[in-house]
């Protein structure tokens, strides 16, 4: 029976087989990043705005 691999050895070979992010990778990422950040200052914004937003009924 073959041997069961152990963790040490698994890390070891997938930090052998690290491949860099491709350039359409990168700006998947960036572009992904500026949207949430955008959108979390704009809603920020607008709840600052709207402060009549947060009261309950």
Do not use: C, F, N
Request: charged share 25%; aromatic share 6%; no cysteine.
């Amino acid at each position: 029976m073959a041997e069961a691999p152990k963790i040490g050895e698994e890390l070891k070979k997938m930090q052998q087989e690290y491949e860099p992010l491709l350039p359409v990778e990168k700006k998947l990422i960036a572009w992904s990043l500026g949207i949430g950040l955008t959108l979390l200052v704009v809603l920020y914004g607008v709840s600052k705005l709207l402060p009549d937003a947060h009261r309950p009924l």
